[in-house]
């Protein structure tokens, strides 16, 4: 398909003769054009040479008086059709798999993403040692080392300060006592040139917002696991600690937390709509949700950390919205 994107505004508008100008960088030192068409500067330059790096092409319309159209035109955009499938995968797989006397280093510079992915493996018979940055991991693995006991596997993600995942990997794979350890990228996006920079260095890729489902069955690949086969509910009978009185009295106390705690950062959310402070709700929420083993609450706020993670505002917008729903539905159980 041919991708389009257009960005108009009702400024003073541009005439024709300014109009390549002010793509060209060299010409952005001419005062005059600055001082007239303000914040035009090198953005339009630079996003020229990142359309054009990308295959496509941009051009402005524009009437004197009357506001500006840019459009970015990117011809032969491949589609995923299963797209949806695949975002869709059936936990089943996954919900019930145990991993056998293993241990993993996550490392990441985002404290949040480190939380979802030592809760995504909570229950999962994981050891998870996290690190913060490169250099970071590089210390514990080499504590590690001398107290023998490394990690079967390192989870990284690809953009980090200072040390980021690639210069982190090719540390790991120029040292004989850790190059047998398998790494994972963790990684926002991918293109071509990208995926292929990741298969020639890493031993396996994943692309954020992270599922559960997709984290254990990449883990599946390299680390020996087991299925679980005594799992409450398949034989029909709850387990000892999932008594009506005992639910209850965990909706009770997590009915308080959400009035107490989380009903009044909700009302700053909704009227500022920040999103690290989303975030952080999100992650926060479902941290308390799963001490206290209320399963909606927890899939609700998993839901809306991933919308975060893509900025699908129209989805953080409708799930903040439903919050209050949440309180209800604690009561009606």
């Given at each position: 398909m041919t991708l389009v994107f257009e960005i108009s505004d009702t400024g003073i508008g541009i005439s024709r003769d300014r109009q390549k100008v002010i793509f060209e960088s060299f010409r952005q030192e001419d005062s005059s054009v600055t001082r007239k068409y303000e914040g035009s500067g090198l953005g339009l330059a630079i996003t020229k040479k990142l359309v054009e790096i990308m295959n496509g092409t941009v051009f402005v319309e524009s009437e004197i008086g009357h506001g500006s159209t840019f459009r970015l035109v990117f011809p032969d955009v491949a589609v995923v059709p299963a797209l949806n499938a695949v975002r869709k995968t059936d936990d089943s797989d996954t919900e019930n798999i145990v991993f056998e006397n293993a241990g993993i280093l996550l490392v990441d510079d985002v404290q949040y993403n480190r939380v979802l992915v030592s809760g995504y493996l909570e229950d999962s018979g994981l050891s998870v040692l996290e690190?913060?940055?490169?250099?970071?991991a590089l210390s514990l693995l080499a504590h590690c080392?001398?107290?023998?006991?490394?990690p079967n596997l390192?989870?990284?993600?690809?953009?980090?300060?200072?040390?980021?995942?690639?210069?982190?990997?090719?540390?790991?794979?120029?040292?004989?006592?850790?190059?047998?350890i398998p790494v994972i990228a963790l990684t926002g996006s991918q293109t071509r040139a990208s995926l292929d920079k990741i298969n020639a260095l890493f031993d396996g890729c994943l692309q954020?917002?992270?599922?559960?489902?997709r984290l254990i069955s990449e883990l599946k690949k390299f680390l020996p696991f087991r299925v679980k086969t005594n799992v409450p509910g398949n034989t029909g009978q709850k387990p000892a600690d999932?008594?009506?009185?005992?639910?209850?009295?965990?909706?009770?106390?997590?009915?308080?937390?959400?009035?107490?705690?989380?009903?009044?950062?909700?009302?700053e959310i909704k009227d500022m709509f920040f999103i690290d402070d989303i975030v952080s709700f999100s992650l926060d929420l479902k941290q308390s949700a799963e001490k206290y083993k209320v399963r909606h609450i927890e899939?609700?706020?998993?839901?809306?950390?991933?919308?975060?993670?893509?900025?699908?505002?129209?989805?953080?917008?409708?799930?903040?919205?439903l919050f209050p729903e949440m309180l209800n539905k604690i009561s009606e159980k």
């Open positions: 690190a913060e940055s490169g250099d970071d080392r001398h107290s023998g006991n490394l390192i989870l990284t993600d690809l953009r980090m300060p200072d040390k980021d995942g690639y210069s982190l990997t090719k540390t790991i794979r120029e040292k004989d006592e850790l190059r047998h954020k917002p992270l599922t559960r489902a999932d008594t009506r009185a005992e639910m209850q009295v965990r909706a009770s106390a997590m009915a308080e937390i959400i009035a107490g705690e989380f009903i009044p950062r909700w009302e899939d609700y706020s998993k839901e809306l950390y991933e919308h975060t993670q893509t900025i699908n505002i129209d989805e953080i917008e409708r799930m903040i919205a």
